[in-house]
């Protein structure tokens, strides 16, 4: 790309004293990739590869808003910075993101993106437009652990957890396609394409906290990518202890993948159910909005027909979650190849959806996107890591 006019003045400092040092020895495999770094992390790279500690605070604020602001990619671009200081950058650093193997695009709009990361793995990605907003829709591992009986990426096994460049590289790709970045010279776009992220597509956030936290961190940070944390939702199966450092490190927004509303049901259809039962979660659950003073939890409820639809599920739905701040989220099972379930007809839905509303929370139904190109909730599931199973198979689990 073209390099954007810097928005600072260029620095005066004496070029002998901006020079970065290379260090003598070469890591292992590939360059240190920039991308995914916290502020501290960035600034302890630089001062590791010779940056003065002096300088260091300044130009981890300058390549932060390179990366993050204008989204630049080559270190030639980052023009306030002297020429010698940009060539030690290439020679000690990488700025690498997720690599689009394949991009489809569906009937309704919605974007699904099969991404390559490192190891040769890959990963799915989603962006559903709507008006007025664009939500993406990101991943956290390779796989999942949970084997949720109704999901799609439940039947793949996992393979490995997403660093925080391969998550925030699904944000900074996504962001690409779009043409999304700001333009030097141009006025500044007032919709945001990419205005919502939830961690809603493969794996289980919480089980890669670490990770998820510093990515989430980035993409809150207000001199880069700038989403709010109300803009950010995190979606969990119900990892007890890890919520309340959800609350406490991230701030974000809380989904609970919910999905019965007894521990037999659920001990079937979220077999983490079985170490965490209802209540423990819902205790913890109790405390999330006074930690960290945001809006509704928000709770995931996939209909699926004649396992969790019924009118008691509703009304017991609704006794349960008394207390907490709330909206029900109600999912039409997405319906994948082999599934053991089939959806709740719509008149069941609407049925449950009253129940819930006369109680007085908000039960919106979800609109299912992206069926086509297998883009909808639950369907995720990387093309070379499937493993197929037969319909038998998937069935004889879920019973189990």
Same mark, same amino acid.
């Given at each position: 790309?073209?390099?954007?006019?810097?928005?600072?003045?260029?620095?005066?400092?004496?070029?002998?004293?901006?020079?970065?040092?290379?260090?003598?020895?070469?890591?292992?495999?590939?360059?240190?990739?920039?991308?995914?770094?916290?502020?501290?992390?960035?600034?302890?790279?630089?001062?590791?590869?010779?940056?003065?500690?002096?300088?260091?605070?300044?130009?981890?604020?300058?390549?932060?808003?390179?990366?993050?602001?204008?989204?630049?990619?080559?270190?030639?671009?980052?023009?306030?910075?002297?020429?010698?200081?940009?060539?030690?950058?290439?020679?000690?650093?990488?700025?690498?993101?997720?690599?689009?193997?394949?991009?489809?695009?569906?009937?309704?709009?919605?974007?699904?993106?099969?991404?390559?990361?490192?190891? =040769?793995?890959?990963? &799915?990605?989603?962006?559903?437009? @709507? $008006?007025?907003?664009?939500? +993406?829709? #990101? /991943?956290?591992?390779?796989?999942?652990?949970?084997?949720?009986?109704?999901?799609?990426?439940?039947?793949?096994?996992?393979?490995?957890?997403?660093?925080?460049?391969?998550?925030?590289?699904?944000?900074?790709?996504?962001?690409?396609?779009?043409?999304?970045?700001?333009?030097?010279?141009?006025?500044?776009?007032?919709?945001?394409?990419?205005?919502?992220?939830?961690?809603?597509?493969?794996?289980?956030?919480?089980?890669?906290?670490?990770?998820?936290?510093?990515?989430?961190?980035?993409?809150?940070?207000?001199?880069?990518?700038?989403?709010?944390?109300?803009?950010?939702?995190?979606?969990?199966? =119900?990892?007890?202890? &890890?919520?309340?450092?959800?609350? @406490? $490190?991230?701030?974000?927004? +809380?989904? #609970? /993948?919910?999905?019965?509303?007894?521990?037999?049901?659920?001990?079937?259809?979220?077999?983490?159910?079985?170490?965490?039962?209802?209540?423990?979660?819902?205790?913890?659950?109790?405390?999330?909005?006074?930690?960290?003073?945001?809006?509704?939890?928000?709770?995931?409820?996939?209909?699926?027909?004649?396992?969790?639809?019924?009118?008691?599920?509703?009304?017991?739905?609704?006794?349960?979650?008394?207390?907490?701040?709330?909206?029900?989220?109600?999912?039409?099972?997405?319906?994948?190849?082999?599934?053991?379930?089939?959806?709740?007809?719509?008149?069941?839905?609407?049925?449950?959806?009253?129940?819930?509303?006369?109680?007085?929370?908000?039960?919106?139904?979800?609109?299912?996107?992206?069926?086509?190109?297998?883009?909808?909730?639950?369907?995720?599931?990387?093309?070379?890591?499937?493993?197929?199973?037969?319909?038998?198979?998937?069935?004889?689990?879920?019973?189990?």
């Amino acid at each position: 790309m073209t390099a954007p006019t810097p928005q600072a003045p260029i620095t005066t400092t004496p070029i002998t004293q901006d020079v970065l040092t290379i260090p003598r020895k070469a890591p292992e495999g590939q360059r240190p990739n920039l991308i995914g770094l916290t502020r501290p992390q960035l600034r302890a790279a630089l001062i590791a590869a010779g940056t003065p500690e002096k300088q260091a605070k300044m130009r981890e604020g300058q390549i932060w808003q390179w990366l993050y602001h204008w989204g630049v990619r080559d270190f030639a671009s980052m023009t306030n910075l002297s020429k010698d200081y940009r060539a030690g950058l290439e020679q000690a650093f990488d700025i690498r993101v997720p690599e689009i193997v394949t991009r489809q695009v569906s009937a309704d709009g919605t974007r699904k993106y099969l991404l390559k990361i490192d190891g =040769g793995h890959e990963v &799915e990605t989603v962006y559903i437009p @709507e $008006e007025g907003r664009g939500t +993406l829709c #990101i /991943s956290s591992q390779v796989g999942c652990t949970l084997t949720c009986s109704f999901c799609h990426t439940g039947t793949q096994k996992l393979v490995r957890n997403l660093t925080a460049a391969e998550i925030v590289g699904q944000v900074m790709v996504a962001r690409d396609d779009l043409g999304e970045w700001p333009v030097p010279g141009e006025p500044k776009r007032e919709e945001r394409l990419v205005s919502n992220v939830v961690l809603m597509g493969m794996g289980e956030p919480l089980y890669n906290f670490d990770n998820v936290r510093d990515a989430m961190q980035i993409v809150m940070d207000g001199e880069g990518i700038s989403l709010s944390r109300r803009r950010i939702t995190l979606s969990t199966s =119900g990892i007890v202890p &890890e919520i309340a450092r959800t609350a @406490e $490190e991230i701030g974000c927004l +809380l989904a #609970i /993948s919910f999905h019965a509303t007894t521990d037999a049901v659920r001990d079937r259809l979220v077999p983490v159910n079985k170490k965490w039962n209802i209540a423990t979660l819902l205790g913890a659950l109790r405390d999330y909005p006074r930690l960290t003073n945001s809006e509704r939890i928000t709770f995931e409820y996939v209909m699926l027909d004649g396992v969790n639809d019924s009118d008691e599920d509703a009304r017991r739905l609704v006794r349960l979650i008394a207390g907490i701040p709330a909206k029900i989220n109600l999912i039409p099972f997405n319906e994948w190849p082999g599934a053991p379930y089939r959806r709740s007809s719509w008149d069941r839905i609407e049925a449950f959806a009253d129940i819930i509303f006369k109680a007085g929370y908000a039960s919106p139904i979800r609109t299912p996107r992206g069926e086509d190109i297998m883009a909808a909730c639950g369907q995720l599931k990387s093309a070379t890591e499937r493993g197929r199973k037969s319909a038998a198979q998937i069935a004889a689990e879920a019973a189990s």
